[in-house]
């Protein structure tokens, strides 16, 4: 017997989301079939029909970290969705087809700290202390792919990680993913001033932007190759 088909979830923080709506139309073109029902987790765009919605309220002052842990738990604890949950960032897209959710990483984490590890950057603090608290040298999953969870471990996680400690999300896949260990790719973001890595063999089939990316000649690429409106928006 196969195994139930995940939900896919997207982590979203603001309602004006262009990125968004093309790694939906990415996931439809390229992932058709590898899904049971898509979610939203944070802001609901209003152009999104047939998606779920997970409420998960900002922290107060908001902090990057703390809403993501915010989202995190929310999604966690939603009975409405799937044992098993894909989770995505609003700024990723499949460029191959998908044949399975298992994930990528980028070796162990100690390795990939040091070979590009920026100090006094919050994003590097977060993934440092996540690794340090699962423990050993975890393989590094940070690589802006989609991860596939177990839910229930990953709520126990959720409840013994430290309220003071940042926390990066793909850092608690080793002790709560479901997808396997997956295999070694390079990390999919890719700013303005690496666009090669998008033609790049060693890429995981999957690409992520960032601001200035978006706005550059990449995020006309992906607007242009997913031009077609899927089923989940809103007609004009």
């Known amino acids: 017997m196969s195994a139930p088909l995940p939900d896919l979830a997207w982590f979203v923080h603001e309602a004006d989301n262009e990125p968004l709506r093309h790694s939906i139309r990415s996931i439809v073109r390229h992932a058709e079939g590898r899904y049971r029902r898509l979610w939203v987790v944070g802001v609901m765009p209003d152009w999104l029909t047939g998606v779920g919605h997970v409420p998960a309220a900002e922290p107060e002052p908001r902090e990057k970290f703390s809403s993501i842990r915010a989202k995190l738990t929310a999604l966690a604890h939603d009975r409405r969705v799937t044992r098993q949950v894909v989770v995505l960032n609003d700024d990723v897209y499949a460029t191959r087809p998908v044949g399975s959710w ?10 990939y700290v040091a070979a590009h590890h920026r100090p006094r950057n919050t994003w590097w603090e977060a993934l440092v202390q996540t690794a340090e608290w699962v423990g050993g040298d975890p393989l590094c999953y940070a690589g802006h792919v989609p991860l596939l969870y177990d839910r ?4 126990e996680a959720l409840a013994a990680y430290p309220s003071d400690r940042r926390m990066l999300d793909c850092g608690l896949y080793p002790i709560a993913g479901a997808g396997g260990e997956g295999t070694w790719a390079l990390n999919a973001k890719v700013g303005p001033d690496d666009l090669g890595k998008v033609d790049d063999p060693r ?10 990316s978006w706005a550059g000649a990449l995020g006309a690429h992906i607007r242009a190759d997913l031009s077609e409106p899927t089923r989940y928006e809103v007609r004009p």
């Open 152 to 155: 229930a471990r990953l709520r």
């Open 102 to 111: 298992e994930p990528t990483h980028m070796g162990p984490t100690s390795r």
């Open 203 to 212: 890429m995981p089939g999957w690409v992520s932007t960032n601001d200035a």
